[in-house]
Structures are given as C-alpha cells and as structure tokens.
C-alpha cells in the first residue's frame, strides 16, 4: 500500500515521477557505456568508449537496478517479484546509490588530475540522469503512511520515505525450488565477496562499498531479504550446508595470494569473533581481554609445533598442536574466570581487561633475562614451519581439478574446517537448554538465579568454552602468519586482531547471533585492509561506527527478533494501562475471590 505523501514539497505527479525516473535511471546507464575521462592515468581505464570499466560497471549495476524496481512499480509481469514489500523506497534508495557512484567517481577524477577539464562528456551524462533520477524518486508516494497527528519536517519525511512495509506470505514452492534459490543466494553473495576483495585499488573499494550499502538496503526495503530469511529459517541444514558449499569456493576463485591470505585472516577474526559471541551475545559477559585467549593458543601451538626458536623444542603432530593450544586457553579460561566471574558488568570488564594487559606483558618478559626462557620476549617465536598433513604440503601450491591452491589457500581451507567446527558448537550451544539459560542470565542474573539457574557455574562454562574457541583459532594463526609474539594481541591497535576489534565485529554483526559476528569481522577486516590509507584513523572510525550504529541500528547489522523487539517500538505496551475499576468490575472481582 502506498500514499500520496511524497518526501518533498515539490508538486509532480506520481505518473510523472515515475516516468522521470525510469528516464534518469536509463541516461545514467547510458552515460556508462561513454567515455569518462580522456587520460588512462585514473585507475580502471575509463577513456573506452562502449566498454564500461572499474567505477563505470559499479555506475552500471546501481542504474540497471534502478531501472528495473521502477520498471517493477508499473505492475509489469514478469518483474513484480522483485517488490513483494515496499515499491517506490527501495526505487529512492538505488537512486541515492546510483548518484553516490557517479558522484564519487567525478569527485575522484576531479581530485586525481587535477580539475573537472579531466572529465569526458559520458561522466556528465551519467551524473544528470542519476540526479533526475533522485529528484524524481523523491516525489514517488511514500510505501508507509505518515502519521496524521504529527507535522513532520523535511528530514522526517525523507527518512520516513526510505521505510517499507513487510511482505506478504509467499506463495508456496516446491522444496527444489526454495532450495535452488537459497542455492543462487548464496551464489550471488559469494560472486559480490569475491569482487569486494578482487578489487585493485582503493577509488573501486568505495565505490564498491557504496554500492553494496544502496543496493543492499534497497533489496531489504523491496521485501527479498524477508523472503529469504523466511527460506533459510525453514531449510536451516540446507542454508549451512549451501554456505560452507560457497566458502569452500572462494579459494578456488582468486589467483592472487594476496586475497586469499585477506579471505584466511578474515575466517581466522571471524571464528575467534563467533566464540566471543558465546562470552558477550549469549553469556551477556564483558571480555576486554579476549584476544589473549588466541595469543594462549598461538603460543601453545607454536611451542611445540618444531620451531627452531622455540625453547622447548618438539615437534607434536598438528592434531596435537591443536589440542594443546585449546587445553591451554581452556586451562587460563577456567583459571581467570574462576575468581573474577562473580563480578558483573564494568567490574568484569575491567578485570578481563587487566587479564589481556598480563598476558602480552607476561609473554614479553618470558625472554631469558627478565623472566624464564619460554617466549623469546618481544621478539615471539618465528619461523614456525608449515603443516603437513597425510602429506599434503601446506606451504606449497597444489594443482586441483585445474586450479592452482596456494599457501594461503591451502590454510583458508583448513581455517574453513575450524569455522564449521565452531558454528556447529555454537549452534548447539544456543539452542540447548544451557544456551537458554545463558540468555536468561545476559536478560537478568537475578532473576535466572532465582529460578534455580546456578549463574556462576554457567557463566563459567560459557568463559571456557569461549576461551577454547579462540585457542582453535589461534593454533591455525600460528601458522599462517609464521610467527606469534606479543604485540599481535593488544586490546586496541590499528592491525586487527584486538579485543577492541573482535568486540567491535561482535555489537556491529548482532551480539547472540551466528551469521553476525561473521559478518561483522568480515567488514571490520576487509575494510581496512583494502584501504591502507585509513589504517592512522582505525580507531576513530571504528567509534564512528558503533556510535553511528547505536543511533540507527542498535540490534546490529543481523538482528534477531528479540534484539528488534528490544530496541525498536512495536507499538505494543509494555505496561497495560492503569484503568480504575468500575463498581460493577469490582464486586465480579470480590466474588470471584
């Protein structure tokens, strides 16, 4: 259902709004196909006529799709199931991207040579046909009824222009059908990874980004995301295996090491994110220090993993290395929470913090002169070697099915094994009966407690397994990145991984969560690994952020329902209201005494 309540004041009518957009959203696609600078000194050589390239495709995807939800507001067969919820917001949003693309690029064209003469006539035709279409968007009714009793500004009526209502029920499909489509879900969603980080050069990263956010938003506003989140909930064994299915082919997608190490360093943050998830999402408890139960497990793993400058000098096979880096982040997990988890909150907060403060400054003093022999000190434990599993060589390329699997490969594809390993404890966690309580405990201690829930014993059991989990991760790390020593594990830096990140992935993706703390690392990761130039500026942006997303999304980027109803209004009470009783009620009442 839709209003005649445009976000601005601009008199047009629907009819005719939807025609000029339709019309800008096709100049901007054919502004792409034009020449946007004669110089190929700009990355991504958009001096071709009739061959779009670097920011011209991004400019292409976001007018195409513009195009096409407009088009779908006519009502057209064949392209009405691209709005099962809101028709003209998710049109507005594509728009808005449509123009930040192409506005982004003239801006980046303008900067890096020198002035605006740079910019060829296709970059102008794009940029007008993008601003018609949002000017034009803009006076297509809202999807959502204003309120009648307010006076809302221009900014309200803008914001509440982007709302949408739910879809509907979807029609019935055969079970091939909802499983072919969860199938090319996941497939789209590994082809845009998979292009995020293919990208060469930081002007096509933001210009990726800006798309992905428009687009995304767009696509949840017109009700596809609710349509298949309500797939992925009905097939959830389906929607596992269909995940680890597109994971497990993206190493055989990149011919870069490079990118392949970003996808390796990204499952190893992500896995470690997901067991702090089990600390902080589900348990409720605030860990500061977490990232020292990966150093745990680095460090126990690199000690007897034959590293020439290990003091201890043995060799276990890497099954045992695992097991000794998760028995020992095990061991310091119960150790650490054994005493200090009958505190609650920022007391917690504060002792878990001085617990990953210890640990680095421990591990530094173990180096022979101020301290024992263990861990070299500040110099950590390099040249630990490569694994060699059943013969399978890690540290050298493998040919397979006729793809080249490099090092970084080889080691993303065992880190995938991990990652499933621990989504499935996850998962378990959270729908046993000791996962509920974990809830009951994070929602209030008190309460659980006089239920008969025992809270320390509990809490305790989700420290240690959180603690386990990192330590899993941290055996694999050792490996990858060669050498472990005390720096990589701070509780903030600009170089990921810290407790400031791993928590700041944990809030951003959806705390008690599976796929958001994935999510989240993935983001915290790629970002500033594909931009380089904002590595002095992490942790303002990374405040930014949780500031911006505390305003606007508190129940984080995948939010399940509790969090939604928790921090967004529903329109529903949460106190009935206090109604006196009539007499007539009052005596019903006595006699029913």
């Avoid at 002035?115 to 949002?134: F, K, M, Q, R, T």
């Avoid at 990204?266 to 999402?281: C, D, Q, R, S």
């Avoid at 000791?434 to 008969?452: F, K, P, S």
Wanted: net charge neutral.
């Amino acid at each position: 259902m839709t209003t005649q309540n445009a976000p601005t004041s601009l008199a047009l009518p629907t009819a005719a709004a939807r025609i000029a957009t339709t019309a800008g959203a096709a100049i901007a696609l054919i502004g792409t196909f034009l020449a946007w600078t004669w110089t190929d000194e700009f990355p991504g050589d958009l001096t071709v006529t009739g061959y779009p390239g670097g920011l011209q495709v991004l400019a292409l995807i976001c007018a195409a799709l513009t195009l096409l939800f407009a088009l779908s507001g006519y009502g057209i067969k064949g392209l009405r199931w691209l709005t099962p919820g809101g028709t003209n917001s998710p049109t507005r949003l594509l728009a808005l991207g449509t123009l930040g693309v192409v506005g982004y690029s003239i801006g980046a064209i303008t900067v890096k040579l020198g002035g605006a003469v740079n910019l060829e006539p296709g970059a102008w035709v794009s940029g007008i046909g993008a601003l018609i279409a949002v000017i034009a968007s803009l006076q297509l009714p809202s999807d959502l009824p204003l309120d009648k009793d307010s006076s809302p500004n221009a900014w309200e009526r803008f914001r509440d222009s982007l709302r949408a209502p739910a879809p509907g029920r979807a029609k019935d499909l055969p079970a091939w059908a909802e499983i072919l489509i969860i199938a090319v879900a996941f497939g789209i969603g590994l082809h845009i990874f998979t292009y995020g980080i293919d990208t060469e050069y930081a002007e096509l990263f933001i210009g990726f980004m800006i798309t992905v956010a428009f687009g995304f938003t767009a696509v949840s506003r017109a009700g596809l995301i609710a349509r298949i989140t309500a797939l992925t909930t009905k097939h959830r064994n389906v929607t596992l295996a269909a995940a680890l299915v597109a994971a497990f082919c993206f190493p055989f997608t990149q011919q870069n090491e490079q990118y392949a190490l970003i996808g390796a360093n990204i499952l190893i943050f992500a896995t470690v994110a997901l067991g702090l998830n089990v600390v902080v999402g589900l348990a409720g408890l605030l860990d500061l220090g977490y990232v020292a139960f990966l150093g745990v497990g680095a460090y126990a793993a690199a000690l007897v993993s034959g590293s020439p400058m290990s003091p201890i000098g043995v060799q276990f096979p890497f099954w045992a290395a695992v097991l000794t880096g998760a028995a020992a982040s095990l061991v310091f997990g119960v150790v650490i929470g054994a005493p200090t988890l009958r505190l609650r909150g920022d007391y917690l907060a504060i002792v878990t913090l001085g617990f990953g403060e210890i640990f680095r400054l421990t591990v530094n003093a173990l180096n022979g002169v101020s301290g024992p022999d263990v861990t070299n000190g500040s110099q950590g434990i390099p040249s630990i070697p490569d694994l060699n599993i059943l013969g399978f060589d890690f540290g050298i390329s493998h040919d397979i099915g006729g793809f080249t699997l490099g090092r970084s490969a080889n080691y993303y594809l065992l880190m995938l094994v991990f990652t499933g390993v621990v989504v499935m404890v996850f998962r378990r966690s959270n729908e046993s009966r000791i996962g509920r309580a974990w809830v009951a405990i994070r929602e209030d201690e008190t309460a659980a407690t006089a239920m008969g829930i025992n809270a320390f014993r509990l809490k305790l059991l989700a420290f240690a397994l959180g603690a386990t989990l990192a330590g899993l991760a941290g055996t694999v790390q050792a490996h990858v990145s060669y050498t472990v020593t005390p720096e990589q594990y701070q509780f903030a830096g600009s170089v990921p991984p810290n407790s400031a990140f791993l928590l700041a992935a944990v809030i951003l993706g959806g705390m008690g969560t599976l796929s958001g703390p994935l999510v989240g690392a993935a983001l915290l990761y790629l970002i500033p690994a594909k931009l380089q130039f904002m590595q002095d500026y992490q942790l303002f942006l990374f405040g930014l952020a949780l500031i911006l997303l505390m305003r606007f999304r508190p129940e984080g980027l995948v939010a399940d329902r509790r969090k939604q109803l928790e921090f967004h209004e529903t329109g529903q009470l949460d106190v009935p209201p206090d109604v006196p009783l009539t007499d007539t009620a009052a005596g019903t009442t006595k006699a029913g005494a």
